[in-house]
């Protein structure tokens, strides 16, 4: 599967962005989703995942900011990140597999499709 993730751009703090992953495979509703972020110089860290139940979960640090969902039709994740802040920036990639195990949602290594990552910058 094919994944573009796009929506990236630059937004001052307290800012809200969108970001979307699309993908190429007719059978996307099996996938889980996830949403992982590499800031410059930086590991790449766990943002969020979204299931294909549509059960969600978040990292703490974004917990209560961002909001995954996914429109099957569509063969879309989207991402709603709020109250931006500049630590947030950073190359924001998704990732998907459709079997990864609950345990392994935040894991990067579960995922084997990723997308090309947008940029997020946010300016304090």
């Known amino acids: 599967v094919q994944l573009q993730a796009s929506g990236g751009g630059l937004v001052q703090a307290g800012g809200s962005l969108r970001l979307s992953c699309a993908a190429s495979r007719r059978t996307f509703r099996s996938l889980h989703v996830a949403w992982f972020r590499q800031a410059p110089g930086k590991e790449r860290d766990f943002v969020g995942y979204?299931?294909?139940?549509?059960?969600?979960g978040y990292a703490e640090s974004l917990k209560g900011r961002c909001t995954i969902s996914r429109d099957n039709a569509k063969n879309t994740v989207y991402m709603q990140m709020n109250n931006l802040k500049p630590d947030d920036t950073a190359v924001y990639y998704c990732?998907?597999?459709?079997?990864?195990?609950?345990?392994?949602?935040?894991?990067?290594?579960?995922?084997?499709?990723w997308g090309q990552g947008t940029l997020v910058t946010v300016s304090s």
């Open positions: 979204i299931k294909s139940s549509r059960h969600t």
């Open positions: 990732a998907a597999d459709p079997s990864v195990i609950h345990s392994n949602l935040a894991s990067q290594h579960a995922y084997a499709c």
